[in-house]
């Protein structure tokens, strides 16, 4: 039989739905590790789905991701085409076993809620006006959720909009700071949304420097709610290298020095 790698305390408290006593330690260090501005672990990798048009699959911390994109064809029902440009349709779904309790397959109204808000935040990144009377699909899976999905949803959406050939002006990324006992925390995993004090998810587009999603979950104060933006911002900024990697390993073959 595999060994198992014993749990930390820590970890076993951040598994289990026993609720730490606290957050963040008084080194400034969380339940997992990390500090107050550091990110998940992130792994992303753009063309894993041969049958769509575009795919990607990302995984930060726990959370794992996975979109495929066709497109743009023609709208159905008819009644949702723009005679002027594309229309996104986007629908992001939480798999039954994405969660520790099954999840009912059939949509919840939060599913509905983020489908939209992520549609939104991928709208001006697209080149819609390319493609009338047309639609892009886009289908985001949660397969494991531990905060922050609706993130790593619009960051692994882009992702496959790029890998259709979906004209862009930009990649979005997105990523959500938050507070955690106090203090401003940057990409919050479950525990830390649920016992922490607020959630602030941020969509990104990091060339035109413009924003396309900013919630808020939670009382901050308006100097927190800046602190917070601006750490999401800055987290967006390192998930966009990663995009880029992701996509130059899938497309940029290395050239060979010849002798
Ligand atoms: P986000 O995933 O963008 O942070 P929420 O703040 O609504 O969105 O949800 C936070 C987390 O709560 C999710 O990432 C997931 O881990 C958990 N969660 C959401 N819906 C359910 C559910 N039906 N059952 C159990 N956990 C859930």
Do not use: W
Not at 132 to 139: A, E, G, L, M
């Amino acid at each position: 039989m595999k060994a198992t790698k014993k749990k930390t305390k820590k970890e076993t408290e951040t598994l289990s739905n026993k609720k730490p006593e606290t957050l963040v330690d008084k080194k400034g260090i969380r339940l997992d590790g990390r500090k107050l501005d550091e990110l998940r672990p992130v792994k992303m990798e753009v063309g894993v789905l041969p049958n769509a048009d575009g795919s990607a699959y990302l995984e930060q911390g726990r959370n794992k991701v996975l979109v495929g994109v066709y497109g743009p064809k023609e709208a159905h029902p008819r009644h949702i085409a723009q005679q002027d440009r594309a229309v996104i349709q986007c629908r992001y779904h939480m798999a039954p076993f994405s969660v520790d309790e099954r999840k009912s397959p059939a949509p919840s109204r939060r599913d509905i809620e983020l489908s939209k808000v992520i549609r939104e935040a991928l709208e001006p990144a697209v080149f819609l006006e390319y493609y009338p009377k047309t639609s892009i699909q886009v289908y985001i899976e949660i397969l494991q959720a531990d905060g922050g999905t609706r993130c790593a949803g619009i960051t692994t959406a882009a992702l496959a909009l790029a890998d259709a050939g979906i004209p862009m002006r930009d990649l979005v990324v997105a990523c959500a700071a938050g507070k955690a006992d106090g203090k401003i925390a940057l990409d919050l995993m479950d525990t830390e949304d649920k016992i922490g004090e607020a959630d602030v998810p941020v969509a990104y587009m990091p060339n035109l420097e413009a924003i396309t999603l900013l919630q808020m979950d939670g009382n901050l104060s308006p100097e927190e709610f800046e602190k917070a933006i601006n750490m999401a911002v800055e987290g967006c900024k390192q998930l966009y290298a990663k995009q880029k990697e992701a996509l130059k390993s899938k497309y940029v073959v290395e050239e060979v020095e010849e002798e």
